[in-house]
């Protein structure tokens, strides 16, 4: 082998031992390992550690440093470009392609800072960034796998050649087919986007590499960098979907998640990041999605790459957050509450600050979803010692957690803190929308406070429904709780408020039946009504009493036409409608032993098309004056895709 290629295995391979701290938590030792060297992938390891300080703890303070650090990488690797392209082939690829996807990834990483600002100029320095490295990763894409995924191993595959078992759960609803699209005729995209790309792969044999070597580095890197902007692309909110596509870009998200599951079977860096990538998707289309059209296959999926990383990097904090995302998921609160407890012990690596945090933040709302007021409230407040993020709203959630345990006094205190906390984190002279959305909370409490006694004073006393589950709703804290925490939330919000709920489930009854509201009792808000029944009917579907699940998020529709401030009620309520719907149906389908469910198709066409009608009423609803609507709006994307997938799994065809 040339002495040139001997040198680049030397410096990949002594970069690698910087990355295994990285994920195993130690930043210090890694940061020492990358000093060590000056190659470009030296380079890559410092600018990672720096991004992924900044992006892990939404530090914009590091950002600078991050950028500083990629742009050094992005020269580097383009001087090594130059240098290769002038020689002879040192790998089983053309001439300097390790060094063209050490640039795409710099580009990319760059590009992420910028949007990390969450500037207007940023978001368009990004995209100009994501444009630029999607062209990039498309050419390697072709370069690298001429033939296509499918003979290619995924982590829960059985054989190379098992593409369906790694798929099955990830079609995309808008471009999820086995027929090759039509080549786009003149856009921006077209010179690197074909028919070819989309198509099943020919048999033939995957190409072979050793474990470290730069040629596994680029299969690695070409499947990450290729899959991970496929999606990306699909995940962006519908209205910036409509401007990628007016550019001439049509996402694939099933070939997306088969790219980074290819990666994600390899050891190399790219192979963790892919890991990481999957992970992340898996976890928030199991927490946000409401519905998944075979949710036991994404938890194999899930699993079988938490427990691959995990046993390589057993101290490394993003994998231990993930295999407690599992159990949270898997209805097994209790285990994710140990599991992180465990990962945040004095006996682990906590040089990692940012990592730790996800931990954190994981915990508290867990032990927020199990009425664990008080240590949820501490564990809130400790992420404002952990990073820079709104302190503002960590402040508030563990206000609400008080109020929860009726401890005002704790509560009025650290909602006093909130409005300066609010205008000392100005992003671009604006505040991040969930500030907006707590400025408006705020506000009205006082004024309901004021309206009962004379006086603004002491105003967390008005907050008769927490704000922390009101914010849990966003973060559908409520659908992935035990049936004996769905009973003990009906308990609390059947009776929190005058006058009682106008549905009388037999759990509101008996909750009704232990403490009537005071007679005297002055009649509360619109708002809070509505916002009562859509809380009651998500835990009401947790417990299992659809009839009644329906009853009360009609009433939270009904009542949309009083509300004045959480105008937000009405689009998720359609969005829980929407998710009953399919849940509803889903538990009365019969059990077909381990071949799953027996189908009832022309049932299944029914119920997608109502929910189908239900989540369009709710995008129409989530305008840009409404509170959170982005959020809203990815999680109808995601339902969406769901809804697509079942109707490929049943054979339907409209």
């Not at 950028?67 to 002879?88: D, N």
């Not at 992420?112 to 960034?129: D, N, V």
């Not at 609390?492 to 039946?513: F, G, H, M, Q």
């Not at 949309?560 to 829980?576: D, H, K, Q, R």
């Amino acid at each position: 082998m040339a002495e040139p290629q001997l040198d680049t295995d030397r410096q990949l391979r002594a970069a690698s031992v910087g990355f295994d701290h990285l994920f195993a938590n130690d930043l210090t030792k890694a940061r020492e390992t990358f000093a060590s060297g000056d190659s470009p992938f030296h380079q890559m390891g410092h600018g990672v550690c720096a991004f992924l300080e900044a992006a892990l703890g939404m530090e914009t303070g590091l950002m600078a440093e991050a950028s500083r650090l990629l742009a050094l990488c992005e020269a580097g690797a383009k001087r090594q470009l130059k240098v290769a392209k002038l020689s002879s082939a040192t790998t089983q690829f053309p001439p300097g392609t390790e060094w063209e996807l050490l640039h795409s990834d710099a580009v990319i990483l760059l590009g992420l800072t910028h949007a990390l600002s969450e500037s207007y100029m940023g978001y368009l320095q990004c995209l100009y960034a994501m444009n630029s490295a999607h062209s990039k990763f498309t050419k390697l894409y072709k370069t690298v796998y001429p033939h296509g995924l499918d003979n290619y191993a995924t982590p829960a595959a059985s054989a190379p050649g098992s593409s369906a078992a790694s798929i099955r759960s990830e079609a995309s609803g808008t471009s999820a087919t086995l027929a090759a699209p039509k080549p786009s005729k003149s856009s921006f995209f077209s010179r690197f986007t074909g028919s070819t790309l989309s198509v099943p792969s020919i048999a033939h044999t995957p190409i072979n590499v050793g474990e470290g070597s730069v040629d596994e580095l680029i299969l690695s890197g070409t499947a990450f960098g290729y899959g991970l902007f496929n999606l990306v692309f699909s995940l962006l909110p519908a209205k910036i979907r409509g401007v990628v596509g007016f550019l001439g870009f049509n996402h694939d998200r099933k070939l997306a998640l088969r790219a980074l599951a290819v990666s994600a079977a390899k050891t190399d860096v790219h192979a963790v990041f892919a890991g990481l990538s999957l992970m992340t998707y898996h976890g928030v289309v199991l927490l946000l999605a409401g519905y998944q059209a075979d949710e036991q296959h994404i938890l194999k999926q899930y699993r079988s790459i938490v427990d691959k990383l995990e046993a390589r990097y057993p101290t490394g904090s993003l994998w231990i957050l993930n295999r407690a995302k599992i159990l949270r998921m898997s209805y097994d609160p209790d285990g994710a509450i140990k599991v992180l407890q465990d990962g945040l012990a004095p006996g682990m690596p906590h040089t990692f600050a940012q990592a730790d945090g996800l931990l954190i933040f994981e915990l508290a709302w867990t032990l927020l979803s199990q009425r664990r007021y008080q240590e949820a409230a501490e564990a809130f407040i400790r992420m404002t010692e952990i990073n820079s993020w709104s302190h503002a709203t960590y402040c508030f959630i563990a206000a609400g957690c008080y109020i929860s345990i009726k401890n005002y006094e704790g509560a009025q205190e650290l909602l006093d803190k909130v409005p300066e906390l609010i205008e000392k984190r100005k992003i671009a002279g604006k505040d991040l929308p969930t500030e907006v959305f707590i400025k408006k909370k705020l506000a009205f409490y006082k004024e309901k406070q004021k309206q009962l006694t004379g006086s603004e004073a002491n105003y967390a006393h008005a907050a008769k429904i927490s704000p922390a589950e009101e914010l849990g709703i966003f973060w559908n804290t409520h659908a992935r709780i035990t049936r004996e925490t769905a009973l003990a939330h009906i308990q609390d919000w059947a009776t929190c408020l005058s006058p009682p709920p106008n549905v009388k489930s037999e759990y509101i009854v008996s909750a009704l039946d232990k403490e009537q509201p005071a007679a005297d009792q002055v009649p509360d808000t619109p708002d809070e009504l509505a916002i009562r029944s859509l809380l009651l009917g998500i835990v009401h579907r947790t417990a299992g009493d659809f009839v009644s699940s329906r009853a009360l998020l009609e009433d939270a529709v009904a009542l949309l036409p009083a509300v004045t401030v959480s105008t937000w009620v009405g689009g998720v309520a359609w969005f829980e409608l929407a998710v009953l719907d399919l849940r509803e149906l889903e538990a009365s389908q019969p059990e077909k032993g381990k071949e799953g469910p027996i189908a009832d198709t022309d049932a299944w066409a029914r119920v997608i098309k109502s929910a189908l009608v239900k989540l369009d009423k709710a995008l129409s609803l989530a305008t840009q004056q409404v509170d959170l609507s982005s959020r809203l709006d990815s999680r109808i994307a995601m339902l969406k895709d769901e809804l697509a997938l079942k109707k490929e799994m049943l054979g339907i065809s409209s």
